[in-house]
């Protein structure tokens, strides 16, 4: 029998070359840690399962679902339970996304028309910018000011020059976790000559929000997530707006985006609401403990947080990382990610051992690199 013949490795390099998007062969894709066997404070997830009873009602649910059918493509059962438990104002719509991160990748690719831009801030959240040059969308970055603030002036002033198409502005920010001022962000909305999206991923543990405010602003459209609530595993993000804007974007959306599982797993826990609200306000004075507890550490440096995490700065950030990750603890090294982030690492808020695990693990690590040569 004839041996299929040897592939060079060179010839399989121009044939992707001659296929493959120059951009996109040139890109660092989103990448993510193995995670297998650590304690995992590296995502923003929710650390607390799901109660007993709630979990096999799931079972019972998922079991009677039509598995061999397509799922309901406007997933009215539970955008209804979404309106009543987010409050969305009446007058404006929701589309549903396999994620927030979809969400985003549609509105990227509604507003990517020749010589367009996405405009936001950065630091900020990595996935803004590399949806928008996957999209084929210019992204114009503004810096923050010290202390991670919005710069209301140089975002007025880069909207005025570039005209964005898109403003997108993560409240509170990821990775920093503060809260810009409502009414910076107002100013910003109200002079943007496009569309502006807040995305509110972390709403849960910040409680403020610009829901009420839609209805003020022609050109304003909010995001929200479950995945940082608690249903990360389910990749259900949303956009909520007015009728006029989503209806643009939901002809982007492919048939089917939501699958039959996640659509009735997240209308059974919603519908228990209550359990994912009491979670997230455990999470919140896990927070707190975990913010005194950094600062109490000598050369940890917390920043405030809004958030489900806290991002910190110490010497040698990334000997710090390793050492962590050698003592079975995984968060996030924010290395390289922007210039403003030099020595910063961010820690997602756990459950109350692991809080303790990764400060015990913190505790014996300082002083280990402290005396490491660099
Ligand atoms: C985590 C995160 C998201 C992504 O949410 P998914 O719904 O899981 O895709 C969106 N925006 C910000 C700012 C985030 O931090």
């Known amino acids: 029998m004839k041996m299929p013949e040897r592939v060079s490795p060179a010839d399989l390099d121009a044939r992707i070359a001659r296929v493959v998007r120059d951009d996109i062969r040139a890109l660092a894709g989103y990448r993510v840690a193995d995670a297998s066997g650590m304690i995992k404070l590296d995502a923003m997830e929710n650390p607390f399962g799901l109660p007993g009873d709630v979990r096999s009602g799931l079972g019972t649910l998922a079991a ?7 799922p309901d493509p ?4 539970l955008k209804r339970v979404l309106r ?3 409050q969305v104002p009446p007058g404006m719509e929701l589309l549903l996304g396999n994620g927030s991160d979809e969400i985003i990748q549609l509105l990227a690719l509604a507003c990517a028309r020749p010589g367009a831009s996405m405009l936001g801030v950065e630091p900020s959240f990595a996935m803004f910018p590399l949806i928008a040059r996957i999209c084929g969308l210019a992204f114009v970055s503004v810096p923050l000011a010290g202390g991670f603030d919005l710069d209301t002036e140089a975002v007025l002033a880069a909207m005025a020059r570039h005209r964005p198409a898109l403003v997108l502005l993560a409240y509170p920010n990821n990775p920093t976790g503060n809260l810009f001022d409502h009414a910076a962000l107002e100013r910003i909305v109200a002079q943007a000559p496009g569309l502006v999206v807040i995305d509110e991923a972390y709403h849960p543990f910040a409680r403020a929000s610009f829901m009420s405010r839609l209805h ?10 479950l995945s940082k609530l608690g249903l990360a595993g389910l990749r259900l993000g949303m956009l909520i707006g007015r009728p006029e804007w989503l209806a643009h974007i939901d002809k982007l959306r492919l048939p089917y985006n939501v699958n039959v599982l996640s659509q009735c797993a997240a209308a059974h826990v919603l519908e228990h609401g209550a359990i994912l609200e009491q979670q997230a306000a455990a999470i919140r004075a896990e927070r707190a403990r975990l913010a005194g507890a950094l600062a109490k550490l000598p050369g940890v440096h917390p920043y405030p947080s809004e958030a489900n995490f806290i991002l910190f700065r110490v010497a040698r950030a990334s000997a710090l990382y390793d050492a962590l990750k050698r003592r079975g603890i995984l968060i996030k090294s924010l290395a390289g990610a922007h210039p403003a982030l030099a020595d ?11 809080n303790d695990a990764f400060l015990a693990a913190l505790t014996a690590s300082l002083p280990e690199i402290a005396t490491s040569h660099a």
């Open 64 to 70: 009677a679902q039509a598995l061999n059918r397509y």
């Open 74 to 77: 406007e997933a009215r059962a």
């Open 84 to 86: 009543k438990t987010m």
């Open 216 to 225: 003020d602003f022609p050109n304003l459209a909010l995001m929200r997530t």
């Open 344 to 354: 910063c690492l961010r820690v997602s808020v756990g459950a109350p051992a692991e």
